[in-house]
């Protein structure tokens, strides 16, 4: 469905729950007239309704003034409404003039996107709330937003979110929504056919521009020369401009100084990786709007990948539907418990970080007491080496935040009864024994600074 199709059935269909309860219609007309009808074209002034039948086109011919007070009073604007038959109006839309057509060309906005299904976190909270900011009030806080932040954290989602709000409650207000990279390819391609004062005129009527990844533009002068115009154009007339990088401005490489100094001009915003609540949140919503049934699921499990696979969303998402994949089609049992997820993940090379930073406590904790990181795992009971390997223990829990069952695994094999066990005795310690405390001070230092 294109964005103006969209836009088209989302208001025909807030008019028609109107009409429905309008006393002077009544459910039985309403359900044999009126449900088959469509709105096939809008402008300033006037709307058309299209119906299959002629009896249904002369029932809703009687209720014109009714259906335009319906749209109008949506709309916050007077429209005229006429009627047609499916057949007429389709015979007479393949002569439409240039300016219909251009009025049907898709906005790019990304339906799937929106602030409802965004969700909100330390980490992206900021660029949410001036997001919604424009969304609410298009260029009256901030022209231009400009959004960075690394990939994958749901720029282009909250970008699209924007467009999305927007043509839901002021359908009026033009909207786009374009890459760098296809407006470099469109600048190019009007070059080239000559009409790239007609595609100039386009994005200088626009309210609401949306540019995505604005990095590519880079060392693409003329396009930087378009752009520069048309953002002033927008931005003088109060129209919202939104942006976004992989990188703050002044970072993007190869980009003139005046786009620079006008993208810095308005509000810029990052965003981060989701810390652990954020990441658990969103899976359990990406379960929830997948039908899965989460409590299938075992606790440490999701926390295993929120801890594991948040450095970017994309890869939070994808490590979920590995497991699920995993889970379907390879695993004998319903529930999905550590050992599947250890599965499911084993060779991927995803958890690298995990290994790397268990590996590190080790290699710390071991070095600080002069033993290797084999005696850490090994079955020795000896008190310094038990000590090194609680404290050891006690670590992956606290900076990682691993399972204990995952932590027993890394530590010769043990159960997580024995883990828990540890960083509780751990834990009493260091609220005990003074000389102790400095000690896992001093390695957790270590730890921070390698
Ligand atoms: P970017 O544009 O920053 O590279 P995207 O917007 O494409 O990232 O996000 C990647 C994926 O993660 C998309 O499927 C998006 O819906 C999802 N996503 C990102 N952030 C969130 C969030 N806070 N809540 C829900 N889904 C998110
Ligand atoms: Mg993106």
């Given at each position: ?20 309860d ?89 339906p ?19 997001a ?34 927007i ?14 990279t ?8 009007s ?27 880079a060392?693409?002068?003329?396009s ?11 931005v ?190 751990v ?24």
């Amino acid at each position: 469905m294109t964005g103006v199709e969209y836009f088209y059935n989302d208001l025909w269909s807030k008019a028609k729950n109107r009409l429905k309860d309008d006393s002077s219609i009544g459910k039985l007309v309403y359900e044999t007239y009126f449900e088959e009808s469509n709105l096939v074209f809008l402008n300033e002034e006037k709307a058309i309704i299209s119906v299959p039948t002629n009896l249904q086109k002369m029932i809703l011919s009687q209720k014109l003034t009714l259906i335009g007070n319906v749209l109008s009073s949506i709309l916050q604007h007077n429209v005229d409404c006429e009627v047609h038959l499916d057949q007429e109006y389709f015979k007479a839309s393949s002569q439409v003039d240039e300016i219909e057509e251009e009025m049907i060309e898709d906005d790019h906005v990304m339906p799937e996107y929106s602030f409802d299904n965004f969700i909100v976190g330390p980490s992206n909270k900021e660029a949410h709330s001036a997001a919604l900011a424009c969304a609410y009030t298009p260029g009256k806080f901030y022209t231009p937003l400009f959004i960075y932040g690394n990939s994958g954290l749901g720029k282009t989602h909250l970008l699209n979110s924007i467009g999305n709000y927007i043509k839901q409650n002021d359908p009026h207000k033009k909207v786009f929504y374009t890459s760098s990279t296809d407006f470099v390819t469109a600048v190019v391609n009007s070059i080239k056919d000559n009409s790239i004062e007609k595609f100039k005129n386009k994005m200088n009527h626009l309210d609401v521009l949306l540019m995505d990844d604005i990095q590519f533009i880079a060392g693409k002068e003329k396009s930087h020369e378009v752009f520069f115009n048309i953002f002033n154009e927008l931005v003088n007339n109060k129209k919202q401009i939104v942006l976004t990088s992989d990188r703050n401005p002044s970072e993007i490489k190869g980009l003139e100084d005046r786009l620079i100094s006008r993208f810095s001009s308005g509000l810029s915003v990052g965003m981060d990786s989701p810390e652990f609540e954020t990441a658990l949140a969103i899976l359990k919503f990406r379960l929830e709007y997948q039908a899965v049934d989460a409590s299938m699921i075992d606790d440490d499990v999701l926390s295993y990948i929120a801890t594991n696979f948040s450095k970017d969303v994309r890869k939070l998402e994808g490590a979920l539907n590995r497991l699920l994949f995993y889970s379907i089609n390879f695993s004998g049992s319903e529930r999905i418990d550590f050992k599947v997820a250890l599965a499911a993940f084993k060779g991927t090379g995803s958890s690298d970080k995990n290994e790397l930073s268990v590996n590190k406590i080790k290699r710390v904790v071991a070095d600080y007491y002069g033993l290797t990181k084999q005696q850490l795992t090994s079955n020795t009971r000896t008190k310094n080496i038990a000590t090194a390997r609680h404290i050891a223990m006690y670590f992956s829990r606290k900076m990682l935040d691993l399972p204990f069952s995952k932590i027993g695994d890394e530590f010769g094999k043990r159960d997580h009864s024995t883990v828990m066990n540890a960083c509780e005795k751990v834990d009493r310690f260091l609220k005990t024994d003074m000389n102790y405390k400095q000690a896992v001070m001093e390695m957790e230092k270590l730890l921070s600074n390698n």
